[in-house]
């Protein structure tokens, strides 16, 4: 008999490895039809930085191991992570056959508005996990408020920021992350 985190968590595993697959995907059929395509490394921090996303969710998702009582609108709520981040996996790689040049600047400043829209929710998710369900005091995620304000606002403007300013923020969120995982690096670790 499986318990009921066990049980929880496939589903949670399930839609982590679908975008977990989407990416790895991506980069497939990117390097298959590397002649064609014209690299944007901004592009490549987002790749890099949502991939991460998913295995950190998924890391995470075993801190709930103890959880006494699931309800299915707790369920649900913490399914709503793991569903965001497999659709910007989906939005940060063209689809479908395409001819000529796959150029992913055009790519990207196509579909920033979307990947930032998206990107946006994530740390308000993770904010609202935090406080009410992990206990942790509201105090200590005020900084993570910063990232979706710059992100909406961003995202919200009809004329694109200058390249420059994406540059920033593709760096910015690599940075935050690997800075993150180094700084706070006893907390990846898994006990049983």
């Not at 939005?91 to 479908?96: Q, V």
């Not at 206990?135 to 403007?157: C, F, N």
């Given at each position: 008999m499986i318990s009921s985190f066990e049980y929880i968590t496939v589903l949670i595993s399930i839609i982590l490895g679908l975008g977990i697959t989407q990416i790895l995907t991506g980069i497939a059929d990117l390097i298959h039809q590397s002649k064609r395509v014209k690299m944007y490394w901004p592009h490549a921090l987002w790749v890099w930085v949502v991939l991460i996303l998913h295995v950190q969710d998924w890391w995470a998702t075993y801190d709930l191991r103890s959880f006494g009582a699931w309800s299915l609108p707790l369920f649900l709520f913490i399914m709503i992570y793991p569903v965001m981040l497999f659709v910007m996996a989906r939005?940060?790689?063209?689809?479908?056959l395409q001819e000529g040049i796959i150029d992913l600047k055009e790519f990207y400043v196509e579909n920033y508005?979307?990947?930032?829209?998206?990107?946006?929710?994530?740390?308000?998710?993770?904010?609202?996990?935090?406080?009410?369900?992990?206990?942790?005091?509201?105090?200590?995620?005020?900084?993570?408020?910063?990232?979706?304000?710059?992100?909406?606002?961003?995202?919200?403007?009809?004329?694109?920021?200058a390249e420059w300013v994406h540059q920033l923020i593709s760096v910015a969120m690599f940075a935050i992350l690997t800075v993150t995982i180094i700084v706070e690096w006893k907390e990846w670790i898994l006990s049983s």
């Open positions: 939005l940060l790689f063209p689809f479908g508005r979307k990947i930032f829209a998206f990107g946006s929710v994530l740390p308000l998710l993770s904010i609202l996990d935090a406080v009410l369900v992990r206990g942790i005091e509201i105090e200590t995620q005020v900084a993570k408020l910063v990232l979706p304000i710059i992100l909406l606002i961003v995202a919200s403007r009809k004329k694109p920021f």
